[in-house]
């Protein structure tokens, strides 16, 4: 059986500046941007999040602004058909996600594991640190 859950939450900012965006964002939340974070580069910002809380990240898109969640997992392929049986629609299939949209409009995004929470219970590796061995950063459900 595979594992999944919640792992991030993105603000898609459409926006020239990212960091001005980040910065009120940080403010908003009370979380500082993380500049040293390996997910803060390019159109993305991440801000400093707990380890046992889905992470925040600020990205700049060219779509409208909205806000889209990130479920991790374990099985990409199974994620996506248990949620394809539940009613979810597959928008479009990235090298290291997929795009779907919920059967009430919502877009969200399947993406690997990241976090420890999820990694120390599926890997007999030992745990990874968020965005460790992962490129989910940018993940645009757009």
């Not at 001005?20 to 009370?30: C, D, N, V």
């Not at 597959?90 to 929470?117: H, K, N, Y």
């Amino acid at each position: 059986m595979h594992h999944s859950r919640l792992c991030a939450i993105l603000i898609d900012c459409r926006t020239a500046d990212v960091d001005a965006a980040a910065r009120f964002w940080g403010e908003a939340l009370g979380r500082p941007v993380d500049p040293e974070h390996p997910g803060s580069r390019g159109n993305y910002r991440m801000l400093e999040t707990p380890t046992d809380e889905p992470i925040v990240q600020i990205q700049r898109v060219d779509h409208e602004s909205r806000v889209h969640i990130d479920i991790e997992t374990d099985d990409i392929p199974a994620e996506v058909t248990r949620l394809e049986k539940l009613g979810a629609a597959v928008v479009d299939r990235l090298e290291r996600w997929v795009v779907m949209q919920a059967p009430t409009g919502q877009r969200f995004c399947i993406v690997r594991v990241c976090s420890v929470r999820v990694s120390r219970r599926t890997s007999t590796a030992g745990p990874r640190l968020p965005f460790d061995n992962c490129d989910n950063a940018g993940t645009a459900a757009g």
